[in-house]
């Protein structure tokens, strides 16, 4: 049975081990790299443009020419965050006013457990498994000029794509199944990483502490998901408050709150009163 990569600790423990953070960055990126010492909950002193952000697991290349960063998510985000994180480790480079050079490649890879709950602007629903954003500018004529190398993926395994490259589907299944199918995983364990991987959060291969940690994580996200759940409600309510004085009829006022019609009556049997 498998850890579930959708936990902060199984997923650390995994991302963390060299063989498979190298196999997991040349199956999504690539590139073959060489690193030294990988780092979890990554800052940087000073700050970078005034905002103290973290990050889940960061390494630098031992060559110093390439840095990159692994965030998990477990619920969804817009990507100004992402991108925020993305455009940061770039600016990092700078050190003072006068060195406009960006020596290192920078590649940030988001991993989101969760589906999508964005939109594009015009309302189309995004159901994409890769997404990618790379920082080199184009002709007129769409002719790509290769300046700086940075790259952005995003990785959603809850809308597979047939066309996503075998590579990268050996993650994106593992990280799937160890959420939904942990008992019976069916995975490319003759991929060094995945196999080494599997190892790794093996239910039988944590310690103790660390199924401490992970069911204390798992708790902690249970009672923010609840706490978050009630604020909406509660949110909910007052604007159907407001829309009951304002004179709309059931039916609007749960289009635009999610209340049922059952719940808005009461909430109008209660201002009557």
């Known amino acids: 049975m498998l850890g579930n990569l959708d936990n902060e600790v199984i997923f650390k423990k995994a991302f963390t081990?060299?063989?498979?953070?190298?196999?997991?960055?040349?199956?999504?990126?690539g590139i073959e790299v060489e690193v030294d010492k990988i780092e979890t909950e990554k800052k940087f002193d000073p700050k970078i443009g005034y905002v103290d952000f973290e990050l889940d697991i960061f390494a630098e290349s031992v060559d110093k020419r390439v840095c990159i960063e692994i965030q998990r998510v477990e619920y969804d985000h817009h990507f100004d965050r992402f991108l925020h994180y993305f455009l940061m480790l770039i600016a990092e480079q700078q050190k003072n006013s006068r060195e406009y050079g960006i020596e290192r490649m920078v590649y940030v890879i988001v991993v989101l457990t969760a589906p999508y709950k964005i939109s594009e602007k015009n309302g189309k629903p995004i159901l994409d498994e890769v997404?990618?954003?790379?920082?080199?500018?184009q002709t007129l004529q769409g002719e790509i000029r290769e300046l700086y190398g940075h790259q952005f993926v995003c990785l959603n395994p809850n809308h597979p794509n047939e066309e996503t490259p075998k590579p990268m589907r050996d993650w994106l299944d593992l990280i799937y199944q160890s959420i939904h199918s942990p008992e019976r995983p069916v995975l490319n364990?003759?991929?060094?990483?995945?196999?080494?991987?599997?190892?790794?959060?093996?239910?039988?291969?944590?310690?103790?502490e660390e199924r401490t940690q992970a069911k204390n994580k798992e708790a902690a996200r249970i009672v923010l998901a609840k706490t978050e759940e009630y604020a909406k409600?509660?949110?909910?309510?007052?604007?159907?408050?407001?829309?009951i004085l304002e004179g709309f009829d059931n039916q609007m006022i749960s289009k635009l709150t999610g209340l049922?019609?059952?719940?808005?009556?009461?909430?109008?049997?209660?201002?009557?009163a």
């Open 189 to 208: 364990t003759e991929n060094e990483g995945i196999r080494k991987a599997v190892e790794l959060i093996s239910f039988e291969n944590l310690t103790p």
């Open 260 to 272: 049922s019609l059952e719940e808005i009556g009461k909430l109008r049997d209660e201002i009557k």
């Open 17 to 29: 081990n060299k063989i498979v953070f190298k196999a997991f960055v040349r199956d999504i990126l």
């Open 131 to 137: 997404l990618l954003l790379k920082l080199n500018p």
């Open 233 to 243: 409600q509660e949110r909910s309510i007052e604007i159907a408050r407001n829309a």
